[in-house]
């Protein structure tokens, strides 16, 4: 699409709707949001931007396959789930937490690393998706 | 014990690492596994033979009453000494045979897991390891007959012995759990004290069905005979191996092993005396009718377990005691009988029996060997199998009204094997020698020895009975519940009955012998007669089965997206119509309807007019817009209704849809019409109908008295011990983060599927390939 204004708005727009998801992933232990949300906002920004400036331009600027994101995610999820049974003795995916809670996020467990992973994950995959049908011939 | 089982398995494991180390010289060490555990049984053989029985139980699933028992009595015994000692000399035998071969290493794994599974099998006291143990020696032994997987042949025979044993397994299984379930336990040594109470179960009839199923197709018995004459197809090691001591005996054995808590019956006895007779006189026969060394012992082994099974049918304390020794016998000399089949093969390159001649001369001990098996098979004294014959007639001889019958047909089976052992132990030595095997050689010791210690066993048992009489054959007859009179083993019985009917066996053999030579001409007639064979007809069977299946999945599965749709949706209208309409009364409470606001009315009517827009609508990228109005007013309906996290979702997940339907739209052809009218009607009377019935069932579960414990028990709990407030996030990431976990797994899975199948880009030889594998 050649739009100057939809071009515009996309370079501003990008890292509006990245720092929006990463607040959704980040509160939602507390209210609505999640990483399940935040990773679908995330990747609607990817999108917008890849509508906007072409899918190459959007695959420079992510400088890795989004594929990649698929098993980082899941080992950031999965070191969450098994971190208790190493740092606490507790069986797998016991949250354990940090003793202060610090400002905007509240408490930091292991329960938001898990979510982090999620948040990987779904835009690993929304991401490869749609790129992968996009560019299919 | 357990060791002994697992040292097979361990073997087979260290195969796939030293493996190549172990193709030249070292491949004589590998038989040193079954020696040592030849030893290790052995030294029990004192112990058994003072009625001890060893059992050692390991908890393996304890809440489902299953445990790893094993039990060594008589019967196991026997078994264990048979697959261990006849296992080293194959081992010893195979180092020769497969020299320099380039998958050695893999035979000798395959043959070590075989090996163990048989054990565990003959070991196993509970019947599910039994069972387990089973199946192993089934998958085992595929791979042993499949072996030259470069031969079509080879892979077609592996593929039908695993298909009928296979199913044999299955119905094993079925077997053995009906059983369990009636007895309360999986043990076979605890069954043994229910033996009348299985018997007066209503189940009984299906149990001993089953299990029967099972030993008939392993062991070989008509109508499941046939796959293996093919099994033939393996190296002669595995023939021998699976013919004379493992594979095929482990049908007999699990008939031995139930005989003390199924059998004495009339259904167990009648069934097993009925397809014991007919097996052994239907391959007997057949054996007159080949003239592949390998056929001629294929038939006649099938024929020697018919006379095991018609033996264990008789269930008479004679024959048991006769099915224990022939058991022993047949494996002395149909082992010799392969082995030396095997040399001949090697050396000569041929095995038709019309052909080979005078080969004493060059293969002297070999020779030996063979006349040796040939007069153990015969029954002449004082051979081992002279004490088996005579036993057999004794049984038959003192069961009651049909003795006449059953010794008739014992002794026209004798003389038929009596042929077919003189004519792959005898026949091929004799005579002059061809100019063409003039240059044939000796092979190495390795070769030449196993069958020839095997031979002098076979004639060393029959003068010296007592050497197995009190340590091997006593404990066995009393595994088999007969614990009454002491056995006693002797070559000479005096001048009776008996010994004339011998005579008469031995006379009728040796002039059928000198009278009937084989010929191709002889097994070119019996083909004729092949399409009525039950192999031709489990063939077609297969066959027929296959196209059936064909017609089925194209009419399910014809590539139509829409089409597989519609399937799905209509198969649940159908049963969940079925259901609905039974057990629905279609209360509607309008008592629980809360007053309607402006906004709420106002989103249905947009979420109406988009799926009217979606249905009507002239162009793709219109509807895809108006389903994407329809997902966006239900977020809404959402938002309306207190649940911003599900609105949330919803209305990225519809962005994206869109997203996705417009980048697949966007590659389709501008617009074509591609439903008519007729599907059209077709697909909005089943849409409206399944929409009808997600809306009964929703108004349905409104219905339902609501158990809110669990919604409290995560309210009340979420900040407790997750400490959010979020209690839809505290949940997926907490109380049921195991589910999320494999959730995100699945939608990656999903991914990279998608990826593959979109950036999948093959070659024409590519496309080649995949053509040719579908043809196989």
């Known amino acids: 699409m050649k739009s100057i204004i939809l071009k515009t708005a996309s370079n501003y727009l990008l890292p509006l709707l990245l720092l929006f998801s990463l607040f959704i992933l980040l509160r939602g232990h507390y209210l609505p949001g999640g990483g399940f949300v935040g990773g679908l906002i995330a990747s609607i920004a990817f999108v917008l931007h890849a509508f906007a400036n072409g899918l190459q331009t959007t695959k420079h600027l992510l400088r890795i396959h989004p594929g990649f994101l698929m098993p980082i995610g899941l080992s950031v999820a999965f070191l969450a789930g098994i971190s208790p049974m190493f740092l606490s003795g507790l069986p797998f995916m016991t949250g354990i937490w940090f003793p202060e809670p610090i400002s905007v996020v509240g408490m930091i467990g292991s329960a938001l690393f898990f979510d982090i992973g999620v948040y990987l994950v779904v835009i690993g995959i929304s991401l490869t998706i749609i790129f992968t049908i996009t560019e299919s011939k | ?776």
């Open chain 2, 1 to 776: 014990m357990l060791i002994a089982i697992l040292s097979g398995f361990l073997f087979s494991f260290f195969m796939v690492f030293v493996g190549k180390y172990m193709k030249g010289k070292l491949a004589l060490l590998s038989a040193l596994i079954p020696l040592g555990l030849f030893l290790y049984f052995l030294q029990f053989a004192g112990r058994i033979s003072n009625g001890e029985i060893i059992s050692q139980t390991y908890a393996w699933v304890p809440s489902l009453g299953v445990d790893f028992g094993l039990t060594l009595d008589g019967l196991s015994l026997i078994f264990c000494l048979m697959i261990t000692g006849i296992g080293f000399l194959v081992f010893a035998y195979t180092a020769a045979y497969l020299k320099g071969h380039h998958y050695l290493d893999r035979f000798y794994g395959y043959l070590g897991i075989f090996m163990a599974a048989m054990l565990g099998v003959v070991l196993s006291d509970n019947v599910i390891s039994l069972f387990t143990f089973w199946e192993l020696t089934s998958i085992s032994s595929f791979f042993l007959i499949g072996f030259n997987n470069n031969e079509e042949a080879s892979r077609k025979s592996a593929v039908l012995a695993l298909a009928i044993t296979g199913i044999g397994g299955l119905l094993l299984f079925a077997g053995v759990v009906i059983l369990g379930n009636v007895v309360g336990t999986y043990s076979i040594s605890e069954m043994l004290s229910s033996k009348e109470f299985i018997a007066n179960s209503p189940q009984y009839i299906l149990i001993v069905a089953l299990i029967f199923g099972a030993a008939f197709t392993k062991s070989a018995q008509f109508p499941f005979h046939f796959w293996l004459p093919g099994a033939m197809k393996a190296p002669t090691p595995v023939s021998t191996y699976l013919h004379s001591a493992t594979m095929v005996k482990a049908g007999v054995y699990l008939l031995m092993r139930f005989t003390p808590i199924l059998g004495s019956t009339e259904f167990w006895n009648s069934t097993l005396i009925i397809v014991g007779s007919i097996t052994m006189l239907y391959a007997a026969i057949h054996t007159l009718f080949r003239t592949d060394l390998k056929g001629i012992l294929a038939y006649s082994t099938i024929s020697a377990l018919g006379i095991l099974v018609f033996l264990i049918g008789l269930g008479t304390e004679a024959a048991l005691l006769a099915a224990c020794v022939f058991i022993l016998v047949h494996a002395l000399y149909k082992a010799t009988l392969f082995l030396i089949t095997g040399i001949i093969d090697h050396e000569t390159g041929t095995r038709d029996v019309t052909v080979l001649s005078g080969l004493r001369k060059v293969l002297f001990p070999v020779a030996i060997a063979g006349f040796l098996a040939a007069i153990s098979n015969a029954g002449i004294p004082p051979s081992f199998g002279f004490l088996g014959k005579d036993l057999i007639y004794e049984a038959t001889l003192h069961f009651g009204n049909s003795a006449i019958l059953l010794t008739v047909l014992a002794i026209i089976t004798n003389i038929l094997l009596l042929y077919a052992g003189f004519l792959a132990g005898i026949k091929p030595f004799t005579g002059k020698l061809p100019d063409t095997f003039s240059k044939v050689h000796l092979p190495s010791f390795l070769m030449w020895t196993p069958p020839l210690i095997l031979a002098i066993l076979g004639i060393l048992i029959g003068v010296f009975p007592s050497i197995i009489q009190g340590s091997l054959i006593q404990p066995a007859v009393n595994a088999l519940g007969e614990t009454g009179s002491a056995v006693e083993l002797k070559l000479w019985h005096g001048f009776n009955t008996i010994l004339a009917l011998s005579a008469t066996t031995i006379g009728i053999g040796l002039l059928l012998y000198f009278f009937i030579k084989p010929s191709v001409k002889i097994e070119a007639a019996i083909k004729k007669l092949e399409y009525l064979s039950p192999k031709t007809m489990i063939e077609g069977f297969g066959i027929a089965f296959g196209h059936f299946s064909k017609i089925w999945t194209t009419f399910f599965q014809n590539g139509f997206l829409r089409h597989y749709v519609s399937t799905i949706i209509l198969f649940l209208v159908l049963v969940m119509g079925y259901t609905l309409l039974n057990n629905t009364n279609y209360v509607l409470n309008f008592s629980s309807l809360t007053q309607l606001t402006i906004y709420e009315v106002i989103t249905v009517i947009i979420m109406i007019g988009g799926i009217l827009y979606t249905v009507f609508s002239k162009s793709r990228l219109a509807a895809v817009a108006a389903m994407g109005v329809v997902g966006l007013t239900i977020s809404l309906i959402f938002v309306y209704y207190s649940a911003p996290d599900l609105a949330m979702t919803q209305f990225s997940i519809d962005t994206l849809t869109v997203i996705l339907f417009v980048l697949v739209l966007y590659r389709l052809p501008k617009y074509l019409k591609l439903s008519n009218y007729k599907s059209r009607i077709k697909d909005g009377i089943l849409s409206i109908t399944f929409g009808t019935l997600i809306t009964i069932l929703a108004l349905e579960v409104l219905n339902e008295p609501q158990n809110s414990e669990i919604s409290e028990f995560y309210a009340d709990n979420a900040y407790l011990l997750a400490k959010g407030k979020n209690v839809v996030n505290v949940i997926l990431v907490d109380f049921r983060g195991i589910d999320t976990f494999m959730e995100i797994s699945v939608l990656t899975i999903a991914a990279i599927g998608v990826f593959g199948l979109l950036k999948l880009r093959l070659t024409t030889k590519d496309r080649a390939i995949v053509k040719d594998k579908n043809k196989i």
